[in-house]
C-alpha cells in the first residue's frame, strides 16, 4: 500500500480543507511543533482505510475524529496497491444529540493513467468501479492491503506509544502477522485440495472397477460364441426366404378366392336388401288434400292484408309521436330547471359573503405577521448587543467603532430570540391559512356563479324546444291517440302475420308430399341400380306400386341360384387355408430351433421381421462384447492411473499437514527476519544488542554490555526499546517483499511517528541512514513524525505543520 494523496476537511485538528500530495515523495517528514497536528497526518491515512486511530485506544472509536466544533467532516485517500489505483472516503456527522457516526464510507477502484498532480477531486472522480461500501468498505481494505488493522499497526503504521507492540507480542500473535504477510494460509488450501483431489482420484478408481466388473462378457469365449450363432442366423435366414416363397403363393390363391367369395356374399346382400317402402300405397291421396287446403289459406291472408294497410293509413295521418314525446319532456324540463335557478342564486350570494369575511381575517393576519417581525428584530438587536457586550475586555478594541474600551457597559439578559421566531412562524402559518380560506372562498364564488350560469342557458334551450307546442294538455292528448292508432295497427299486423304462418305451414306440408313422392321413385331407382350389374329388369315408372312388384319377383328368382354358387366356392377356400397352416407350423418348429420367438400370427413380414431382429441382435452382441473388451482395458489403464493420481495427492496432503508446515514457514521466516533486525540493532546500539529467539519463538535480547546475557526485551529501558522496535519494524518493511516468493504480501510504506528524541547523536546518524538506504530503491515510501532538527535535516522532503486558532495547517517543502 503506497499513499499518493490524503485529504483531510474537518478531521481533529485540520478545520480546513488540506491535501496532502504524496505521489511524488519517497522519504518524507513531518515537523512542527507539539500538538500542531502532526501525527493527525498519520492518522488520516489510517482512519480512511480502517475506521480507526491507534492512538485512540479502541479501535472503532470515531467520536475523536470530528472537530469539537463542526457537525461534519470527511477524510479521503488515494493509494495504490498491487498495480491498482484506489480511493477510500469516509464522511462523518454529529447527530443532535452529539453522537458522532459514519454518514458514508465508500471504497472506488480508479482510474490509474490520471496524473496525481491534478488534486485529490480529479483523482476520486476518475472512478472505474465501486469495490465496496458502507460497513464492507474496512474488509475490502484488509483484503487489497493483505492486512488486518491489528496488523498494519504494527508494520505499516507505527504510532507514538506503540513502537513496541510487534517487538513484544506473544509468539502465537506474531504467527499471525506472518500468515497474513506470508499468505501462508494457501498451504492450508492445497492440503485440502490435495485431499479432495485424492477423495476424487479414489472415486474415479472405484467408480471405473464398479464399471469393469460389469462388463461380465468381456472375454474371448463369449466373442467366439457370438461369432458362430451370427453365421447359423445368415443360413436360416436364405431357408426362411424359400418357405415364405411358397406361403406367399398359397396366400395370393387364398386372396383370389376371398375376393370371389366376398364378392358373392355382397351380391346375396343386395338382392335381399330390396323392400318396398311402406307409404308408396297411399302417398297419391296425401297429395290431393294438401292442395286444397293450401288454396283456403292464401284467401285468409289477402283478407288481413287489407285490412294491415288501412290501419297503417290511420296512424300516419295522426302524425310524428316523437316530436310530440319531445315538447312534453321539454315542458317538464323547463319547470325544473326554474326551481333549480333560484336555489343557485341563493348560493351565490351566500359564497359572495363567505369571500368578504376572509378577506377581513387575510387582512388581520398580515397585520400580526408584521407586528410579530418588528418584535423578533428588536430581540435580535438586543440578543446582539448582549452577545457583543460579553465579549467585550477593557483595554482591548470594539469589533464595531475599533475605540479601545475603557470600562464594560452594563446589559441585562435580552428576552428570549427563540421565543420570538417561534412567534413569526405561527403568525405566518395563521397567514397562510387565511390565504388558503380565501382562494378557496373565491373557488367556491366562481364555481357557484358557473353553474347558475350553466342553468340559465339550460333553461333558455328548453324555452326554445316548447316553441312550435306551448300546450302541454294539447301535446298530451294528441299522444294519447297516437298510442291507440298504434295499438290497433299492431293487431292487425299480428292477424296478418298469423295468417301467413298458416300458409306457409300448409305450403311446406304439399311441398314435403311432393318431395315425398321424388324420394320414393329416386329410392326405387336405387334399389334397382344396386342390383343392375346382377341382370336388374327395367320398370315402369309411372306406376310406382306395380314397378316394385315386378323387381321384387326377379329378386326371388336370381338368390336361389347365386346361393347354390357360393357353397361350392366355401369347400375351395377352406383346403387352400390347411395348406397355409401346415407352412405356419413347420416354419414356426425352424425357428423356435434357432431360439427365435415365434411372432403371431405367423405372417412373410412378421417372420423376415424376427429373423432379422435375431441376426442384427446377434451381430449387435458380437460388436458390445468387442467393445465390452476395450471398454476393459482402458478401464484397467484408468484404475491404474487414478490409483497413483491418488496415492501422489494423499501423500502431499499428509506431508503439509503432519509437518506443521505452517508454523515451520512462520519459524524460518520469523528467524530471517529477527537475524535481519539484529544486524541493524548493533548498528543503532554500537554493537551492544543483538536479537536472537528462544525455543518457543519468542525474541530476546543480547547485552554485550553485561558479557553476552540473554534477557527479555521487555527489560530494555525505552530508548533501548524504541532502537529494537525500529530496528524489527525496518528489519520487516525491507525483508517481507521476499517472504515466500511472488506470494508475499509487498509493504510499500512505513510511518514512524516519534520515538527519535531518545537516541543520542551517533545513534540518531546511524538510524538516519538506514532510513536513506531502506528509500533510496525508490520503490518504499518511509514518514517520520519528529522533533529532532538533526533528523530532520537529512529529510529530502519536508511537511511543516503549525496550528492556530482556526486549526491545523500544513505545508510542503523541500529540504
Not at 754 to 766: A, I, R
Request: glycine share 6%; charged share 30%; aromatic share 4%.
Amino acid at each position: 500500500m503506497r499513499p499518493l494523496c490524503v485529504h483531510m476537511d474537518n478531521f481533529c485538528s485540520y478545520r480546513t480543507p488540506t491535501s496532502v500530495a504524496m505521489h511524488d515523495v519517497d522519504y518524507f517528514v513531518l515537523v512542527g511543533p507539539t500538538g500542531s497536528g502532526k501525527s493527525t497526518v498519520i492518522d488520516a491515512i489510517c482512519f480512511a482505510l480502517y475506521g480507526s486511530v491507534p492512538r485512540w485506544g479502541k479501535e472503532n472509536v470515531i467520536r475523536l475524529a470530528l472537530a469539537p466544533s463542526v457537525n461534519s467532516g470527511k477524510v479521503a485517500l488515494v493509494f495504490e496497491s498491487a498495480g491498482r489505483r484506489y480511493g477510500v472516503v469516509r464522511a462523518l456527522a454529529r447527530g443532535a444529540r452529539g453522537a458522532v457516526t459514519t454518514k458514508e464510507a465508500r471504497l472506488d477502484e480508479l482510474d490509474p493513467s490520471v496524473d496525481p498532480a491534478g488534486g485529490i477531486e480529479e483523482l476520486l472522480a476518475a472512478q472505474v468501479r465501486t469495490v465496496a461500501d458502507g460497513d464492507g468498505v474496512t474488509a475490502a481494505v484488509q483484503r487489497i492491503t493483505g492486512l488486518e488493522y491489528k496488523f498494519f499497526t504494527q508494520c505499516v503504521v507505527l504510532p507514538q506509544g506503540r513502537f513496541a507492540d510487534f517487538l513484544q507480542a506473544e509468539p502465537s500473535k506474531r504467527q499471525d502477522l506472518l500468515v497474513q504477510l506470508l499468505d501462508a494460509k494457501t498451504f492450508e488450501v492445497i492440503m485440502r485440495r490435495a485431499n479432495d483431489e485424492a477423495k476424487a482420484a479414489a472415486a474415479h478408481a472405484q467408480a471405473a472397477q464398479v464399471q469393469r466388473d460389469k462388463l461380465t462378457e468381456a472375454d474371448e469365449a463369449a466373442e467366439n460364441e457370438a461369432a458362430r450363432r451370427l453365421e447359423r442366423l445368415h443360413a436360416l435366414a436364405e431357408e426362411a426366404r424359400s418357405a415364405l416363397d411358397d406361403l406367399h403363393r398359397i396366400d395370393a390363391g387364398i386372396r383370389e378366392r376371398e375376393a370371389e367369395a366376398t364378392e358373392a356374399a355382397r351380391s346375396l346382400a343386395a338382392l335381399t336388401a330390396l323392400a318396398m317402402p311402406e307409404d308408396v300405397p297411399t302417398l297419391a291421396d296425401d297429395l290431393k288434400a294438401a292442395k286444397d287446403a293450401a288454396e283456403r289459406l292464401a284467401q285468409e291472408v289477402t283478407r288481413h292484408e287489407e285490412a294491415e294497410s288501412e290501419a297503417r293509413d290511420r296512424l300516419a295521418d295522426l302524425g310524428d309521436k316523437t316530436v310530440l314525446d319531445l315538447a312534453i319532456s321539454a315542458h317538464r324540463e323547463h319547470a325544473r330547471l326554474t326551481g333549480e335557478i333560484a336555489t343557485a342564486r341563493t348560493g351565490v350570494e351566500e359564497a359572495r359573503r363567505e369571500v368578504d369575511d376572509t378577506g377581513a381575517d387575510l387582512a388581520v393576519a398580515r397585520a400580526n405577521l408584521e407586528q410579530a417581525e418588528a418584535e423578533r428584530q428588536r430581540v435580535r438587536d438586543a440578543d446582539t448587543a448582549a452577545d457583543l457586550a460579553r465579549r467585550l475586555s477593557v483595554g482591548e478594541p470594539c469589533p464595531v467603532c475599533r475605540r479601545d474600551v475603557t470600562h464594560l457597559p452594563e446589559h441585562h439578559a435580552p428576552p428570549a430570540l427563540g421565543a420570538a421566531d417561534r412567534n413569526v412562524q405561527a403568525r405566518k402559518r395563521e397567514l397562510d391559512d387565511a390565504q388558503a380560506r380565501l382562494q378557496e372562498s373565491e373557488r367556491q364564488l366562481s364555481r357557484r356563479e358557473a353553474d347558475l350560469a350553466a342553468l340559465g342557458r339550460q333553461r333558455d334551450a328548453e324555452a326554445e324546444r316548447i316553441r312550435a307546442h306551448p300546450d302541454l294538455d294539447d301535446a298530451q292528448r294528441r299522444r294519447d291517440a297516437i298510442d291507440l292508432a298504434g295499438q290497433e295497427a299492431t293487431r292487425a299486423r299480428q292477424a296478418l302475420l298469423t295468417a301467413r304462418a298458416e300458409l306457409a305451414k300448409a305450403e311446406d306440408g304439399r311441398a314435403e308430399l311432393n318431395r315425398e313422392a321424388d324420394r320414393a321413385l329416386t329410392e326405387l331407382d336405387r334399389a334397382r341400380d344396386t342390383v343392375v350389374a346382377l341382370g336388374a329388369p327395367s320398370v315402369d315408372r309411372t306406376d310406382l306400386h306395380a314397378a316394385w312388384t315386378a323387381l321384387l319377383a326377379w329378386r326371388d328368382v336370381e338368390t336361389g341360384r347365386r346361393r347354390r354358387a357360393a357353397e361350392a366356392m366355401k369347400t375351395m377356400l377352406s383346403d387352400l387355408r390347411r395348406r397355409r397352416d401346415e407352412g405356419h407350423e413347420a416354419l414356426a418348429a425352424e425357428l423356435d430351433a434357432h431360439a427365435i420367438a415365434v411372432p403371431a400370427p405367423i405372417e412373410p413380414d412378421t417372420v423376415r421381421e424376427a429373423v432379422l431382429n435375431a441376426r442384427n441382435q446377434a451381430g449387435n452382441r458380437l460388436e458390445r462384447i468387442r467393445r465390452d473388451r476395450r471398454l476393459a482395458a482402458e478401464l484397467g489403464e484408468e484404475i491404474r492411473r487414478r490409483g497413483q493420481d491418488a496415492r501422489v495427492a494423499g501423500e502431499l496432503a499428509r506431508h503439509l499437514r503432519a509437518n506443521n508446515f505452517e508454523n515451520w514457514l512462520c519459524g524460518e521466516a520469523l528467524a530471517l527476519l529477527v537475524d535481519t533486525a539484529s544486524g541493524t540493532l548493533r548498528e543503532l546500539s554500537d554493537g551492544q544488542f543483538e536479537l536472537v529467539l528462544d525455543g518457543k519463538n519468542a525474541i530476546e535480547v543480547i547485552d554485550y554490555a553485561e558479557a553476552g546475557l540473554r534477557r527479555s526485551v521487555r527489560t530494555l529501558s525505552g530508548g533501548e526499546t524504541f532502537q529494537a522496535s525500529l530496528a524489527l519494524a525496518l528489519a520487516l518493511s525491507d525483508q517481507v517483499a521476499r517472504f515466500g516468493g511472488g506470494a508475499a504480501r509487498s509493504l510499500d510504506s512505513i510511518f514512524l511517528d516519534e520515538g527519535f528524541g531518545t537516541l543520542d547523536p551517533v545513534t540518531l546518524d546511524t538510524v538516519a541512514t538506514t532510513l536513506e538506504r531502506l528509500t533510496s530503491g525508490g520503490d518504499r515510501m518511509v514518514g517520520i513524525v519528529t522533533h529532532v532538527p538533526a533528523l530532520a535535516e537529512r529529510v529530502p522532503v519536508r511537511f511543516d505543520v503549525s496550528r492556530d486558532n482556526t486549526g491545523s495547517h500544513l505545508e510542503k517543502k523541500a529540504t
